[in-house]
């Protein structure tokens, strides 16, 4: 597929001259004649690379150069400086804010096209080395009350257990009613919700990290707001793609306790996840739920070899549905069974240590390591 290039300039004649010369060489080529315009185009766009202007009336290059860096869709995205101002310091603040390469007008086709090819050939291979860290295991409820979130915490601690070398980040990406800080003791009022309350929302690596709880070496914690739900600002795609982004490039392992939901920002981490535990209940009806579920992530053109169920037991019961009826009915494989451990998880809760830590030869222990097994396996 071609790439697609945005010359933002409000010399028309520049616009359509160096539009007509790079598509000559099969880019796609995008225009705006203004800052505020290309700042927009952008955005909607999602370009592989900007060639930008400097001196424009209203918003110049170097205000388009910073307001770009504040969107996660373009926060990546290469600019090319391409201007009239060549002396130092005119250059030196074009890569302060942001710019990939800086060249002076007028200069040979030839040399503008090399270096649009170079940067495009740096990014992708940039981009490259980026999909190459992090791993993304999604804990996808079928609906809420199942204990996927003690299952994910107590999954991301067995996994630190296993690989200790390795850096590890449990993501509680839920709109409110949080749990995890909770779990482990800890009664700060951090967590994502904070990312979104200032305009725009902060959503650098350094600001996500900056909410984490360091709960262990090699395992990070990002909870959700205790908060009801609706109460704090919700979560959005755009923060979704962010912790992606900015999280696979210095993580090994991204954990996301997800909500039993499909809403835009959930799709957005199942679309990029590596691995995907559906947890439900051994009854009928969280089993047609299932169904649904299943048929939800289909929509979304997700792999079936990328999901794996997980029954969790809350009870005893001689009511449960068997295995087989579910593997039947759902055609997938079951992964495992979490038991049902009442006096466990009470005493879990109420002294603020997780069971893996706080029983590691316990039954569910066990189960949880049969997960964390395969999970490692697979990845």
Avoid: C
Avoid at 88 to 109: A, M, N, R, S
Avoid at 173 to 185: A, I
Wanted: proline share 7%; hydrophobic share 40%.
């Amino acid at each position: 597929m071609p790439h697609t290039i945005l010359i933002i300039d409000n010399d028309i004649e520049a616009l359509r001259l160096i539009g007509l010369m790079l598509k000559r060489k099969g880019y796609n080529i995008q225009t705006a004649s203004s800052g505020e315009q290309g700042l927009t185009r952008a955005i909607e766009t999602q370009p592989d690379l900007i060639i930008l202007d400097i001196m424009m009336p209203g918003m110049n290059g170097y205000e388009v150069a910073k307001e770009l860096s504040k969107y996660p869709s373009t926060t990546n995205t290469p600019i090319l400086f391409f201007t009239a101002k060549d002396t130092l310091p005119y250059k030196i603040e074009g890569f302060q804010v942001g710019g990939d390469d800086y060249i002076t007008k007028p200069t040979h086709p030839a040399e503008l096209t090399t270096r649009v090819k170079a940067l495009l050939q740096r990014t992708a291979r940039q981009q490259k080395v980026a999909v190459q860290h992090g791993k993304i295991i999604a804990f996808l409820p079928v609906n809420g009350g199942t204990g996927n979130s003690t299952l994910s915490l107590n999954a991301a601690i067995s996994l630190n257990h296993k690989d200790p070398d390795k850096k590890i980040v449990l993501v509680e990406f839920k709109d409110g009613s949080g749990s995890l800080s909770l779990q482990v003791g800890n009664s700060t009022t951090r967590g994502l919700q904070e990312l979104l309350t200032q305009a725009p929302p902060q959503l650098t690596r350094e600001a996500i990290e900056g909410q984490m709880i360091h709960y262990s070496t090699g395992l990070h914690l990002l909870p959700a707001t205790t908060d009801p739900a609706g109460t704090a600002p919700l979560l959005t795609k755009d923060l979704a793609a962010s912790l992606h982004a900015r999280l696979t490039a210095n993580y090994d392992y991204l954990l996301f306790d997800l909500p039993p939901s499909v809403t835009p920002p959930v799709s957005e981490l199942l679309q990029q996840a590596d691995y995907i535990l559906l947890t439900l209940a051994p009854d009928n009806i969280t089993l047609t739920l299932a169904q649904k579920m299943l048929h939800q992530l289909q929509k979304l053109n997700i792999r079936e070899y990328k999901i794996k169920l997980a029954l969790v037991y809350r009870a005893h019961t001689a009511s449960a549905i068997t295995h087989e009826h579910i593997k039947e009915q759902l055609h997938q494989d079951i992964l495992g069974s979490i038991p049902p451990v009442p006096n466990l998880a009470q005493e879990s809760w109420t002294t603020q240590r997780p069971m893996v830590t706080e029983y590691p030869t316990s039954l569910l222990s066990r189960q949880v390591e049969v997960l964390v097994d395969d999970i490692l396996e697979q990845l």
